[in-house]
């Protein structure tokens, strides 16, 4: 089965979408096979890939209402420098969210969807919305782990905790497998007294959980999206660009260290 990880903070302007649009290309470049599943209504990584969000025939609105499959909205993207399956979203999700508060087995709906796909892939890429709602929840609830991209500021350590209290709740009583896949430090500036400090404060508490790479600011991963493409293809050589090829290789050898383990268990 993929590695399912949902890239999740609640803290908005974290670089969350940018995250996953870009990783999930990343690893596609090394010839994974990636899906990239958008669960926000925004759905940013729908159109920061291209796709014109308002002429979706069917949407992740539509799985998780139980009114299409997963394997009928994905959609295959072919870039210069990769390519990745995307299943995209509209603001259509909003309304979903709302029908789902009533539904029966209403935090299982992505997990159920993504049962009979998920040998496909070796990584599931789910970008959450910015907020602790039921749509993060299910994505907490079918993953594997939780990719915490976070800039290196106070109020972020706040939120930080937040979100880890949040898991330790989903993993006690909806999905006992969730553990906090990694925590990568994002539009990070080295130049910047607070940035160090925080940045030493992540690494004090959580040790080898946080990423060595971290993602710079970078005008480039900021045009990206805007051309619907991701930064490997927009411009390969940009600082952005590099920093997620590296962070690609560095989810690779965590994932490859890690497979020693999960043989003996």
Known sequence: MGHIIAVANQKGGVGKTTTAVNLAASLAATRRRVLLIDLDPQSNATTGCGINKHKLRKSMADVLLDEAPLAEVIQRLDFDQASFDIAPTSGDLTTAEVRLVTEFGREHRLKKALEP??????????????????????????????????????????????????????????????????????????????TSDVSGQLIMHFKDRVYRT????????????????????????????????????EVIRREKAMEPEAAAS
Do not use: W
């Open 117 to 194: 796909i998920a040998d496909k892939y070796d990584y599931i890429f789910i970008d959450c919305p910015p907020a602790l709602n039921l749509l993060t929840v299910n994505a907490l609830s079918a993953a594997n782990g939780v990719l915490i991209p976070m800039q290196c500021e106070y109020f972020a350590l706040e939120g930080l905790s937040s979100l880890t209290e949040t898991i330790r709740r989903i993993r006690e009583t909806v999905n006992p497998r969730l553990k906090v896949e990694g925590i990568l430090r994002t539009l990070y500036d080295p130049r910047s007294n607070l």
């Open 214 to 249: 971290v993602i710079p600011r970078n005008v480039r991963l900021a045009e990206a999206p805007s051309h619907g493409t991701p930064v490997l293809t927009y411009d390969r050589a940009s600082r952005g660009s590099l920093a997620y090829l590296a962070l690609a290789g």
